[in-house]
C-alpha cells in the first residue's frame, strides 16, 4: 500500500491495478489534487476499504485472482455511496454493460488522457457529494464553473506536459524494469550490488552507487547531490541505496529520485532474496559437512530405489565406492523382504523404520549392520525418496557376545559345585556296580541290575552334560520347532537345582520351590533359547532372595493361540525406575559381578519367538516376570522306513580317536552294524593310512592332541573333496566353529557319549549324501 498526502480536506481516491506502472502513473497524475492511496490487487484493496475510507475507488478490470467486477461489487456492497471508475485496455460492449450494472460510475478505456481522467473523477466526486447531501446541486455547479474557469488558464500548459508526463513514466519504468532483470539473475549479495551500480553507472551517470547498512545522514549542503532510498520489505528495514555526486557536484534530478524510489522496492525484494539463499547455502555447507563427517554411512535413495547420495562412510561400510554405489538399487546392498517391508511401513506415514541384517557379499568375515531408514516427503505426505543410516555394529556385537558367554559362564560356575555332587553321585553307583559285578560274575540278577544302574547313571550324566552345553550355546543352533514349554521349564530346573539347594543347605537359607505346570499347547520355538530365557529367570529369582523366600513357576492357557509362563519371587523387588530400563543392554543391579546382558538377551529371544515379555515389581515385595508365547503345532513324526530302522548300508568307515577305550567302542559299534572299520588311534596315524577313494566315511574325534580333527578334516578334503567327514566331540561347538564345519564339508557332529542309534543313524545319513548303495 502507498498512501499520498494532499492538501487538507482533499477527497480520498484508492487506485487498484495489479501493474505497477499503471498503478504508479495514475498516482503521480492524481498527488497534486487528492489523497491517493493504491493496492496491488483486490483483496488488498477491500482490506484498507475501512481504514481509507475512499470518495472514489480508481479500479482494473482485468486483475487475477479476483477481476475488477467481483472488487466493484464488493465496494459496492460495503459502501453504495462509493464511486468507482473502472479502467480496461480490453474493453467490450458485455464488459462495460455489466460494470454499469453493478454500479460503475464511469469507464475509462486505455490509453486515456490525463484531461479525461481528471473529468471522470471531478464528476464521480461530485456525484458522490450530491448522494451524501453535503451541498445543493447549484453550488456544485457554480463550484465547478468557478474550477473550469481557473483552469482554463491551465490547460494550454496541462496539454503540452501531459505528452512528457507519459513519456517519462514509460521511460523510468523501461529503466527500472532493465535493472531488475540484472538483479533477478543474482542471488549472492556481492553480485546484485556489483549488478545495481554497474547499471545506475552506466545509464544515469553517477560518481557512485552503494549499499549501506545505515542511514547515511547527509547534510542539508549534499541533498541536492546525493539521494538515500529506504529499502524494506514487510520484516524491517534491509539497508539504503546511496546514489552520491558529490565529487562531481551534479546535482541529481528529482526525476532521478523517483525512479530510485521505485527500483529500492525491487531491491528490497533481491537483498531478502539474497539473505534467503545466503541462509540456504550455509545450511547446506554445514549439513554437506555433516554428513561427511558422520561415522555412520548416510544414503539417499530416490524414488524408484535408486542410491542418489553416499557419504564416506558408506565407502567405508560396504567397501564401494561413491561412483560404483550411485544408480545402484538399494536391495543390492540391504536385504529386499526387509527394505521392501520398511519401505512399505513409511509410505503408509510411519516416521522411523529400523532392522538388523548381517552383509556377507565381498567381504571375508561378515558384519553386523543396524540400518534406520526414514522418508523423504513432498508438500502432500507421498514419498519422493528415503534416507538410510547404516551403522556397522560387528564390534558391538562382538563384545555383547563376549559379556553374553562370560556371563552364562559365570552361572555355569556357580553351577559346578552342584554340578559336581551330582557326577559324583553317579560315578559312585557306577564304580560301586562294577565293582561289585566284577566279584560276581556268575551272578546274572546283580550283573543284569548293575547294568541297568550304569546305563541310567551314563544317561543322567549325559543329559546334565547337554542341559550345560545347551545352555552355554554349544550345540548347533536348531530351527523352530513344536516344542513342550513345561518341559522346558522341567529341564531349566533340573539344572538349577544344584545352585537352588546349595544356597539352601550350605547358606541355611529358607527357600520354598513351587510349580504349578498347566499341561499347556506346544509352542513354536528353539529350545535351547528358551531354556536359557527360564534358566536365566531362575537364577535371577535365587539373586533377588537372599534371604530367602518363595520361587513360583506356573504355566497356564492365556487364550487359543497364547501360553503364559510366569516366574515369581518373593525377594527384594525393584523400583519404577530400575523396572522400566531392566531390559536394556548393560543395565544391571548386581554391580561388577553383572553384565547387564542377562535379561536383554532373554527380552530379545522372546521377541524372535513373536512372543512377549514384560515385568511387574514392588520395591521390598517381589517380582513377576510373565512371558506370552504363541501356540505352535505338534510335530507329526513320520513312520520309520526300514533303511533309517535297520542298517542297509554297509561301508567302509576310517575311526580316528585318541581315546582308546572309545575308539574301542566305537568300533564294536560300527562293526557290529556291518561296516568294515579301520581304527586308528591319532590324525597322523590316518593321513598314513588314508587313499582317496579308499573309504566311504571319515568318522574323527575332534580334540585330539598334536593332529585335532580339524586339521585332519583339512588335509583329507586337500586330497579326496568327495568323502565324507562326520566330527564326534564331547566338547561343544562355537559358532564360528560351525561355519567352519560348513566350509569344510562336515556333514554332522555327533556329541559323546554317543547312542548306538545316533550312530547307526548319522552312518547312515552319511553313507546316503557318498551315494552308497543299500546291500
Not at 459496492?76 to 455489466?98: F, G, H, Q
Not at 522341567?490 to 544344584?498: E, H, K, Q, V, Y
Request: net charge negative; with cysteine; proline share 4%.
Amino acid at each position: 500500500m502507498t498512501t499520498t498526502t494532499a492538501p487538507p480536506g482533499a477527497a480520498r481516491i484508492l487506485v487498484v491495478d495489479d501493474e505497477l506502472g499503471p498503478r504508479e502513473s495514475l498516482r503521480m497524475l492524481l498527488k497534486q489534487a487528492y489523497q491517493i492511496t493504491t493496492a496491488d490487487s483486490g483483496r488488498a484493496a477491500l482490506n484498507m476499504l475501512a481504514q481509507v475510507r475512499p470518495d472514489v475507488v480508481i479500479l482494473d478490470i482485468k486483475m487475477p485472482e479476483m477481476d475488477g467486477l467481483e472488487v466493484l461489487r464488493r465496494v459496492k456492497r460495503a459502501d453504495p455511496s462509493i464511486e468507482v471508475v473502472m479502467i480496461t485496455a480490453y474493453a467490450s460492449l458485455e464488459t462495460v454493460k455489466l460494470a454499469l450494472t453493478h454500479g460503475a460510475f464511469e469507464y475509462l478505456i486505455k490509453p486515456f488522457s490525463r484531461q479525461d481522467l481528471e473529468d471522470v473523477v471531478r464528476r464521480a466526486l461530485v456525484r458522490r457529494q450530491t448522494d451524501l447531501g453535503a451541498r445543493s446541486e447549484v453550488a456544485h455547479l457554480v463550484e465547478e464553473m468557478r474550477r473550469l474557469s481557473a483552469k482554463t488558464r491551465e490547460l494550454e500548459e496541462v496539454a503540452r506536459r501531459e505528452v512528457t508526463e507519459q513519456s517519462l513514466r514509460v521511460t523510468q519504468l523501461s529503466i527500472v524494469r532493465e535493472i531488475s532483470r540484472a538483479i533477478v539473475g543474482h542471488l549472492a549479495m556481492e553480485d546484485v550490488m556489483a549488478a545495481v551500480s554497474a547499471q545506475l553507472s552506466a545509464a544515469l551517470g553517477y560518481d557512485s552507487v552503494g549499499l549501506t547498512a545505515s542511514d547515511p545522514e547527509a547534510r542539508p549542503s549534499d541533498a541536492a547531490y546525493m539521494v538515500v532510498c529506504s529499502i524494506r520489505d514487510a520484516e524491517g528495514p534491509l539497508g539504503y541505496l546511496v546514489a552520491d555526486n558529490r565529487a562531481s557536484a551534479r546535482p541529481v534530478d528529482p526525476r532521478e529520485r523517483e525512479l530510485l524510489e521505485m527500483l529500492s522496492e525491487y531491491l528490497a525484494i533481491a537483498l531478502r532474496n539474497s539473505h534467503l539463499y545466503g541462509e540456504i547455502a550455509d545450511t547446506k555447507r554445514s549439513l554437506e559437512q555433516l554428513i561427511a563427517s558422520a561415522g555412520d554411512a548416510i544414503i539417499s535413495v530416490d524414488a524408484s530405489d535408486r542410491i542418489d547420495g553416499w557419504n564416506p562412510a558408506a565407502e567405508r561400510v560396504f567397501g564401494r565406492a561413491a561412483a560404483e554405489a550411485t544408480g545402484r538399487r538399494m536391495t543390492e546392498l540391504l536385504p529386499e523382504r526387509e527394505y521392501r517391508t520398511a519401505r512399505e511401513r513409511l509410505a503408509r506415514g510411519s516416521a522411523m523404520e529400523m532392522f538388523e541384517t548381517t552383509l556377507t557379499a565381498d567381504r571375508e568375515t561378515p558384519a553386523a549392520l543396524a540400518v534406520t531408514l526414514s522418508g523423504l516427503r513432498n508438500r502432500q505426505g507421498g514419498l519422493d525418496g528415503l534416507i538410510a543410516i547404516v551403522r556397522d555394529i560387528t564390534a558391538q556385537r562382538e563384545v555383547e557376545n563376549q559379556l553374553h558367554q562370560s556371563e552364562k559362564l559365570t552361572a555355569l560356575g556357580q553351577l559346578a559345585g552342584g554340578i559336581a555332587h551330582d557326577f559324583n553321585n553317579l560315578l559312585q553307583a557306577i564304580l560301586g556296580y562294577a565293582q561289585l559285578m566284577g566279584k560276581n560274575p556268575s551272578n546274572v540278577d546283580v550283573v543284569r541290575r548293575g547294568l541297568d544302574v550304569i546305563e541310567k547313571a551314563a544317561t543322567g550324566g549325559a543329559e546334565t552334560v547337554r542341559r550345560i552345553q545347551k545352555f552355554a550355546r554349544l550345540r548347533p543352533e536348531e530351527a523352530f520347532v513344536g516344542l513342550d514349554l513345561d518341559q522346558v521349564i522341567r529341564d531349566a530346573l533340573a539344572i538349577t537345582r544344584p545352585r537352588w539347594e546349595e544356597k539352601k543347605l550350605k547358606a541355611g537359607v529358607p527357600l520354598q520351590l513351587e510349580v504349578d505346570l498347566g499341561s499347556v499347547p506346544v509352542v513354536m520355538g528353539r529350545p535351547a533359547e528358551l531354556n536359557e530365557v527360564v534358566t536365566n529367570l531362575i537364577l535371577n529369582a535365587i539373586d533377588a532372595m537372599p534371604r530367602g523366600g518363595t520361587l513360583s513357576l506356573r504355566t497356564r492357557r492365556h487364550d487359543d493361540r497364547h501360553v503364559v509362563f510366569a516366574v515369581t519371587d518373593t525377594g527384594i523387588g525393584m523400583t519404577e525406575e530400575v523396572s522400566q530400563r531392566i531390559f536394556d543392554p548393560f543395565f544391571t543391579t548386581k554391580g561388577e559381578v553383572g553384565t547387564g546382558l542377562g535379561l536383554s538377551v532373554s527380552f530379545s529371544i522372546i521377541q524372535r519367538h513373536s512372543g512377549e515379555m514384560r515385568v511387574e515389581s514392588q520395591a521390598g515385595r517381589g517380582t513377576t516376570f510373565t512371558i506370552v508365547l504363541p501356540v505352535g503345532m505338534a510335530e507329526v513324526q513320520a513312520p520309520a522306513g526300514p533303511e533309517t530302522v535297520m542298517g542297509t548300508r554297509r561301508g567302509r568307515i576310517l575311526l580316528v580317536d585318541n581315546e582308546f577305550p572309545v575308539m574301542t567302542i566305537l568300533g564294536e559299534m560300527l562293526t557290529e552294524a556291518g561296516h568294515h572299520v579301520l581304527p586308528v588311534a591319532s590324525g597322523a596315524e590316518a593321513m598314513r593310512v588314508f587313499v582317496p577313494g579308499g573309504f566311504d566315511l571319515v568318522l574323527t574325534n575332534l580334540g585330539m592332541t598334536g593332529m585335532t580333527g580339524w586339521d585332519v578334516a583339512e588335509r583329507i578334503r586337500a586330497s579326496d573333496p568327495r568323502v565324507p567327514v562326520v566330527f564326534i566331540t564331547g566338547w561343544g561347538l562355537q559358532a564360528e566353529d560351525r561355519e567352519r564345519c560348513r566350509k569344510l564339508g562336515v556333514i554332522n557332529v555327533l556329541f559323546k557319549p554317543v547312542r548306538p542309534a545316533d550312530l547307526h543313524q548319522a552312518v547312515q545319513e552319511a553313507l546316503a549324501v557318498s551315494g552308497h548303495r543299500p546291500l
